[in-house]
Every structure is written in structure tokens, then in C-alpha cells.
């Protein structure tokens, strides 16, 4: 298998403009995500797809390959989609831009879904964690997902799921942790189907695939990523690279 990684790259943040191009110890935040993911050797290459000159050439200049986006995109399945669309490669791993200390084993973790899976009978593999706390629980930012038996995902929600009726069966709680290996075609599929109400109500991407009978494998982890969402995040990741 072809495997190849992708680090979606927009400029503009919501909450944080710019975090991309912020210095962390003397690198761009972005060039650092970029070359931790080079640096796990886990891949045949490694892009970033951006709607942004400054990012593209910061790439670029430091010896790095990248895409920039033709059109505008509501994900960032969309803009992957539209830059491997072209590309000879089987399985594709969307690596977030703002995750400067991405490591190998949890790539690892989603990539071996598909070197166990010789029946093709999953599309897209990604991570869970459980969480316990309460707070955490509840928090909408904090996203849930509840699976089969065989750890397919069965549906993701900022809501609490499954809903304690009774508090006494002890179920666990899956904290989905966003870092996906997909099939090509898979991704092909996802940009040219259009968005239903499931994804719109929850501004979840991953509800479109689940909608139009995509199979979502999960995998548990005790990862934990530091992504970089906050002026404060930034901080503590100066913080975390000073001590390294």
C-alpha cells in the first residue's frame, strides 16, 4: 500500500488567527507539524494542502512539499480530497496542522487497521480514548462516539452518548480523538456527497460518512494530542518544547 500523509493548513482560525504561522522555538508552527510527521517515517510522502500563500512558501523554502487548494472547502476532508484526487496512493493520513509534537504510535495505531484488514470492509480508521471525568462527559467540544462490538462507529455527537438512563450499567464513554487514515475513494466519495442534517446539526464531518454507509473503524488509545487552538495552547507548547 501507497500511504501518504496530508496536514490540512488554513490560514484564517476562529479562535485563533494565524496559529499556523506563530513562532514556536525558532520554527512556524506548521513546519514543525509538518516535519514530526516526516520524521515518524511512517509515510511515502508527506503533504501540506493549504489555502495560503504564506503558508505554501513557508513550506516550500524550508524543503517541504505542499498543494495549495484550488477552491474554497467546509472541511477538511474536502480539501484533502481535492489535493489527492490525483495522486497515486491507496491510504490517506490527515495529520491537524496544529499539532507540532504528532508522534508515530497513534499514526501507527489507525494505519494498522488497514495492513489487518484484506476483505476491504473498512473505509476510514480513527482513535478513542475513555474518558471518566464527569466535566468531560458533557463538554460539547468534547466529541463522543459510541461503537459496535466490533468497534465500528455507530454515531458521533457533541451530546453525551449513550444518555445515562440508568446509571447502574456502568457504560463506558469514547472521547474521539481526530486523527484519521482513510481509504482514497473513501475521500473521493465524501467531497462529491452533499451535506445531509446529522453533519449540519452537529458540524461533525464524520457524520456524512456514517449517513451514506461509510465503515468507520475505531481504536482505542490512551493518546492524548497537544494541538494549538489558543494564544494560551501556544504557550504551553513553548513551554512543553523548552523542557524536551
Known amino acids: ?10 490560514y484564517a482560525s476562529t479562535r485563533f488567527p494565524a496559529k499556523l504561522m506563530q513562532d514556536l522555538g525558532g520554527k512556524t508552527v506548521i513546519l514543525r507539524t ?6 515518524t517515517k511512517l509515510f511515502d510522502d508527506v503533504f501540506v494542502v493549504t489555502d495560503s500563500d504564506l503558508i505554501f512558501n513557508e513550506i516550500v523554502a524550508n524543503g517541504g512539499k505542499a498543494i495549495m487548494s484550488i477552491k474554497e472547502h467546509e472541511s477538511g476532508s474536502d480539501r484533502i480530497a481535492e ?62 462516539v459510541v461503537v459496535d462490538q466490533s468497534n465500528f462507529a455507530l454515531y458521533f455527537s457533541r451530546s453525551v452518548i449513550p444518555y445515562p438512563r440508568d446509571k447502574e450499567v456502568g457504560v463506558r464513554y469514547f472521547q474521539h480523538i481526530g486523527i484519521y487514515a482513510f481509504r482514497k475513494q473513501a475521500l473521493l466519495d465524501f467531497y462529491n456527497l452533499p451535506m445531509k442534517s446529522l453533519e449540519a446539526s452537529e458540524k461533525l464531518e464524520q457524520l456524512r460518512y456514517l449517513e451514506f454507509g461509510k465503515r468507520i473503524k475505531m481504536v482505542e488509545t490512551t493518546h492524548v494530542g497537544i494541538g494549538i487552538d489558543t494564544a494560551e495552547d501556544l504557550e504551553k507548547a513553548r513551554a512543553i518544547l523548552r523542557d524536551i
Open 1 to 10: 500500500m501507497k500511504i501518504i500523509a496530508v496536514i490540512p493548513a488554513r
Open 34 to 39: 509538518y516535519e514530526a510527521a516526516v520524521a
Open 83 to 144: 489535493a489527492v484526487a490525483n495522486l497515486d496512493v491507496d491510504i490517506v493520513v490527515n495529520v491537524q496542522g496544529d499539532e507540532p509534537f504528532t508522534e508515530a504510535g497513534p499514526l501507527e495505531q489507525v494505519l494498522a487497521v488497514f495492513k489487518n484488514d484484506p476483505d476491504r470492509k473498512v473505509d476510514l480508521a480513527s482513535l478513542m480514548r475513555e474518558i471518566t471525568d464527569e466535566a468531560e462527559i458533557n463538554n460539547p467540544n468534547n466529541v463522543k
